[in-house]
């Protein structure tokens, strides 16, 4: 999905002023976040690949041209519009960084209208990828790397767009695979799905509907155990396991009850009838903090499902996310309203030892010991890097991995968090107060 | 965005097996919201139209079965799949309509493989329209008719999909205008929108911005005035306004700060300098409550927009909604598992005066008075009404109006609503009492 009136009106209003204007200064608009939701404790960048095959593509079409004619923009603002590309230079944090409140997502130098043009996509693509991502990492934390995790929110996501974005983010982020089928295709990631319970009703008993599964999907079956009675269910997933020598990937799966005694109640029954290699599989309602009991608990779980809760970050399903001029003209800009004050000037995000940040300005020469987060990702509007889906992600989740090693504790806590706050450059408080002094 | 792979892996796995067992006898699934959130009084139907229209074109495309072929699935099911299209009936409640928990929105019957493909779409988006649809409804009670509500949601919803049905269900519980563009073109809102703090930041003095916007967008004029000092602003507004002799819709916005003082405040500077009438335009972080609060207040406001919390529901991202088998080839099925309880059969919901609801068997006569509430809207795969995106909505709109006025007191609240249960009728309970007894 792309074109360019997925944008809200004011975005149209002010560049058709700016180019009946001959306003084409350059401007630097800086992408962020302001406060991380309180129960956060970092953010993992995320939607930056989309916003760039967006970008990349950006322009209007005639039927475009036509609709906004009926709202009133004259042939002036329509003939602008008509030629527009965008033709900027873009620098962002790449996929897949641990990132935290007042840092640059990404920021884009160009003419100001294409800069402005672009805000509503750029804002929608990155808050909602980045608060999907920065969910499934908590569920990613949660499970110590002691059970597999299964991306299962499809079918509650905010849409499909949503559901396609949640199962690849939660790959960027560690999870092993995803119930859907079109994001493991496209991202090549491994597609997961055993039966419903559905499957079970349909047929006249429950191990009738096991054997019938079992011999249709060979090298597939994991049996949902829950329909009638859970332990029940387990004997008979061992008598079809046993009458047909199943032998690969032989799973069960609860989705109901107190998973955690019920986990230990099956691998109990499992073992006893010598099924040692048969793996548990929990789902129902799953987040980081029942992902965390469990595993706390020391219960027999194989792998998690985790789904809607997930798919929407339920308890904080966005970000407090901003997209602010900070520069016009080579006039560094800021605004000081109360709770909403912005640093001016564009910026970079200098990283020492152990995600210890520093904001300071994109011209400053970095720190010594420190990385620069922010890196040119698209010059004069040609992306720097071709699109890659598989290997773009394949580099996010590396990248996480690292920055998850480096996250110190307070900040990996699911309850109360602590989230490590960037100290700002002597530049960037040096030319704050400049503006300052200048606005009052 | 469509496409049959836009699905979990699960229900691929069960068609596969029912096909290859040619079990092809008709199956009944009932899509019902199990509990409300707590906050929550009712729901607002919303989804079927985008639903059928899925269904419609439901069919596997070459290079859907080439992806499958590589996960395992064999010619057999393939060759079935490539020929499956979606054959079956659906009935389903209008969109617009108010219901309630265990109130099916939607039943399918279908050969077993068809329905169960369909699961996920379906859940989707359903669960996520009637989310935001439900989640704007609130608001709309909220304003109490006095003061006008725009949709802003689009730079946070969960995508760009998420965004335009956030505009278009918004429209549908009465708002009056969406700032998103693409959405207002494709069912015919009325977009909104005005300049954001960077055009300010743009130009050296707010007044020379404003005094810019006005002459390049006339007609349209809202000045964002809280960029500097909010009062500050409303003297420059009304300077502008004075200097270029605007008349016609003129307005002011605020977008920080104590929205119901500086309301009043602007209320009275505009007034004394005789103008009553420049309109008040609030936004920011507003959701249900703060809509509330400014009414109750008597604040001067004329139109509020809100952005962030209604486009995600911020406060109940997602439903309790399940996809359950009712019946299979004439047999009625339920799951009685702890909590997840399902009533057999194809339903009806039977409502009298005041939205009092009976939920019946969908072979049940109509009790005196009642009217039925799931209708047919497709018939062996053919939609029983062509699709019109701009008639459905407006269809929508006035049953909504209508079952909002029926509305009973408890259901309205805002905080701690009481939502209304439906009754089951003799014959719903005559048949799960029977089913259970045969499972036993």
Chains 1, 2 share one sequence.
């Not at 994991?222 to 997933?237: I, K, M, N, P, R």
């Not at 996480?400 to 002597?426: C, N, S, V």
């Amino acid at each position: 999905m792309a074109g360019a009136l997925l944008t809200d009106l004011y975005e149209l209003n002010m560049a058709a002023s700016y180019l009946r204007r001959e306003m084409t200064a350059p401007a630097t608009f800086s992408l962020f976040v302001r406060r991380l939701p309180s129960e956060r404790g970092f953010l993992v960048a995320a939607g930056m690949e989309d916003c760039l095959e967006i970008l990349a593509g950006y322009s209007f079409e005639e039927s475009d041209l036509v609709y906004l004619a009926t709202l009133g923009f004259d042939d002036a603002a329509l003939e602008a519009f008509a030629g527009l590309r965008f033709s900027g230079d873009v620098r962002a944090v790449a996929e897949g960084r641990i990132v935290f409140a007042d840092e640059p997502l990404l920021e884009v130098t160009a003419p100001i209208a294409e800069a402005q043009l672009v805000e509503t996509i750029l804002l929608n693509q990155i808050t909602f990828q980045t608060t999907l991502a920065s969910k499934a990492a908590r569920c990613r934390l949660a499970g110590r790397d002691q059970v597999e995790l299964v991306e299962f929110g499809f079918r509650r996501t905010q849409g499909f767009e949503a559901g396609l974005a949640a199962a690849r983010v939660s790959a960027m982020v560690g999870f092993s695979a995803t119930s859907n089928v079109e994001a493991a295709r496209r991202y090549r990631l491994a597609p997961a799905g055993t039966m419903a319970h559905s499957y079970i009703e349909a047929f006249v008993t429950e191990i009738a509907a096991f054997r019938a599964f079992a011999e249709d999907l060979p090298g597939r079956t994991t049996f949902l155990v829950d329909t009638y009675d859970t332990l029940e269910g387990v004997d008979h997933a061992i008598e079809v396991i046993e009458e047909l020598g199943l032998h690969e990937s032989v799973g069960v799966r609860l989705d109901s009850g107190d998973l955690a005694a019920l986990a230990r109640a099956t691998r109990r029954v499992l073992d006893d009838a010598g099924h040692p290699e048969v793996r548990i599989f929990v789902s129902g309602g799953l987040d980081e903090h029942s992902i965390a009991a469990l595993v706390e608990q020391g219960a027999p779980v194989d792998a998690v499902g985790v789904g809607t809760r997930l798919g929407v970050s339920a308890d904080a399903p966005f970000l407090d996310s901003a997209y602010k001029l900070v520069s016009y003209d080579g006039r560094p800009v800021a605004k000081f309203s109360e709770g909403k004050a912005t640093y001016p000037g564009a910026k970079q995000i200098f990283r020492a030892h152990g995600l210890v940040d520093q904001l300071g300005l994109a011209e400053e020469s970095a720190p010594e010991g420190t990385e620069s987060l922010l890196e040119v990702v698209m010059a004069k509007g040609q992306r720097v890097r071709p699109s890659d889906p598989v290997l773009s992600l394949a580099t996010a989740r590396t990248r996480f991995e690292a920055d998850l090693g480096a996250l110190p504790e307070p900040a990996r806590r699911l309850r109360d968090p602590t989230a490590p706050k960037p100290a700002i450059t002597a530049a960037v408080a040096r030319l704050t107060e400049e503006v300052r002094q200048r606005e009052r």
